[in-house]
T-cell receptor, first 113, second 111 residues
Framework: AQSVTQLDSQVPVFEEAPVELRCNYS??????LFWYVQYPNQGLQLLLK??????LVKGINGFEAEFNKSQTSFHLRKPSVHISDTAEYFC???????????FGTGTSLTVIP | DAGVTQSPTHLIKTRGQQVTLRCSPK?????VSWYQQALGQGPQFIFQ???????QRGNFPDRFSGHQFPNYSSELNVNALLLGDSALYLC??????????FGPGTRLTVL
């Protein structure tokens, strides 16, 4: 089985400042990695995914993430956040050939004007 | 193109009752997964349906059951409701094994 740890439950950041949301995973097999965003009272929307190839992945809304196999990490970054980025962010993993997604407990990002 | 839809949006039940939640997948998708998201937690995998059969199941009791219809839509049934079943129930659809698209969820409150 796999597991995901999101190290920060809450991250406050000022508008236009950079942000990094941390994600570490545990797995004995190769995995696919995902970041989802959840706005209040809504479902999850995919921000970006790592399946293979370049370890730097770019997603929607200016977000990017870097897969680091040696550190089993997949941290999410944005160089300049907006008020509209305030939301809950979830990191998830799925094993190659597996069907089940494993989610972290989420990081609440609050952008301060 | 409609995305994943779920009904109802909200539901209030009492302990011991039974509930049925419904999900219509994104057009062209053949696989449906169900998740339970308790308040302040990440989604927990309940089970996945493909070709009208349960393909994989998470760590949930048999009170949780499901069904997939020939048109790929799906139902989640929960029997003998407990207070701890109160959560947001998310449906996700996919084609093959990669990206899952999530619906808006059904908020279940058990009193």
């Amino acid at each position: 089985a796999q597991s995901v740890t999101q190290l920060d439950s809450q991250v406050p950041v000022f508008e236009e400042a950079p942000v990094e949301l941390r994600c570490n995973y545990s797995s004995s097999v190769s995995v696919y990695l995902f970041w989802y965003v959840q706005y209040p009272n809504q479902g999850l929307q995919l921000l970006l995914k790592y399946l293979s190839g370049s370890t730097l992945v770019k997603g929607i809304n200016g977000f990017e993430a870097e897969f680091n196999k040696s550190q089993t990490s997949f941290h999410l970054r944005k160089p300049s956040v907006h008020i509209s980025d305030t939301a809950e962010y979830f990191c998830a993993v799925r094993s190659l050939g597996g069907n089940q997604f494993y989610f972290g407990t989420g990081t609440s990002l609050t952008v301060i004007p | 193109d409609a995305g994943v839809t779920q009904s109802p949006t909200h539901l209030i039940k009492t302990r011991g009752q039974q509930v049925t939640l419904r999900c219509s997948p994104k057009s062209g998708h053949d696989t449906v997964s169900w998740y339970q998201q308790a308040l302040g937690q990440g989604p927990q995998f309940i089970f996945q349906y493909y070709e009208e059969e349960e393909r994989q199941r998470g760590n949930f009791p048999d009170r949780f059951s499901g069904h997939q219809f020939p048109n790929y839509s799906s139902e989640l049934n929960v029997n003998a409701l407990l207070l701890g079943d109160s959560a947001l129930y998310l449906c996700a659809s996919s084609l093959q094994e990669f990206e899952q698209f999530f619906g808006p969820g059904t908020r279940l409150t058990v009193l």
